[in-house]
């Protein structure tokens, strides 16, 4: 079983539109992330979220936006993409201060 | 290889040999590190951990070390194979949940 798993696989879009990418974690972690990583392979963190505080990259776009509807779920919400937003976008998650979790990434292409 | 931000080292080296990958970090004040391999189409993986308390864990062929002096920190892959083939990122925890990155070191491992 997959412990971190995220859908969809790949995402091909238009400039301006909304999308979505869902992360489920089956592990029983408190705390959740959506990382970023670019061309270069550079991984940049977004987001942390646990059921008491949502941590925001500052240099994050407010077009993106993280959704929790339970424990085991942190989706990703992008209003308005743009060509920039093009990247790989992996969801993880730890328990405490612990090692990260990744699922196997979405590649999202904005055309 | 040095780990920097703006582009990805490569580290080549025969099968059989050691491969020593470095990474140095940014803040004084972390006190959790990790090594991750990312194989392509494939989220980080874990492979192995270092508290602050500790200057050397060792693992199933890997090691690693950590210098706070310079901050810096290694891994050491004893017997090199193919499947080592990969792209390999040390991360630092210094403070709450977020984990921060190096650039990467991809490792090719030549026949």
């Known amino acids: 079983d997959t412990a971190v798993s995220q859908t969809p696989k790949y995402l091909v879009t238009q400039m301006g539109n909304d999308k979505s990418i869902k992360c489920e974690q089956n592990l029983g972690h408190d705390t959740m992330y959506w990382y970023k990583q670019d061309s270069k392979k550079f991984l940049k963190i977004m987001f942390s979220y646990n059921n008491k505080e949502l941590i925001i990259n500052e240099t994050v776009p407010n077009r993106f936006s993280p959704k929790s509807p339970d424990k085991a779920h942190l989706n990703l919400h992008i209003n308005s993409l743009e060509l920039g937003d093009s990247a790989v976008y992996f969801c993880a998650s730890s328990h405490d201060r612990g090692s990260l979790n990744f699922g196997n990434g979405t590649r999202l292409t904005v055309t | 290889g040095e780990s920097v931000g703006l582009h990805l080292p490569t580290l080549s080296v025969q099968e059989g040999d050691n491969s020593i990958i470095n990474c140095a970090y940014s803040?004084?004040?972390?006190?959790?590190f990790i090594w991750y391999k990312q194989e392509s189409g494939k989220g980080p993986q874990f492979i192995i951990d270092?508290?602050?308390?500790?200057d050397k864990r060792q693992g199933q062929r890997v090691t690693v070390l950590l210098n706070k002096t310079v901050k810096h920190l290694s891994l050491q892959i004893a017997a090199t194979q193919p499947g080592d083939s990969a792209v390999y990122f040390c991360?630092?925890?210094?403070?709450?949940?977020?984990?921060?990155f190096g650039g990467g070191t991809r490792l090719m491992v030549k026949p």
């Open positions: 270092i508290r602050s308390n500790m």
């Open positions: 803040n004084s004040a972390s006190d959790y």
């Open positions: 991360a630092e925890n210094n403070a709450g949940n977020m984990l921060t």
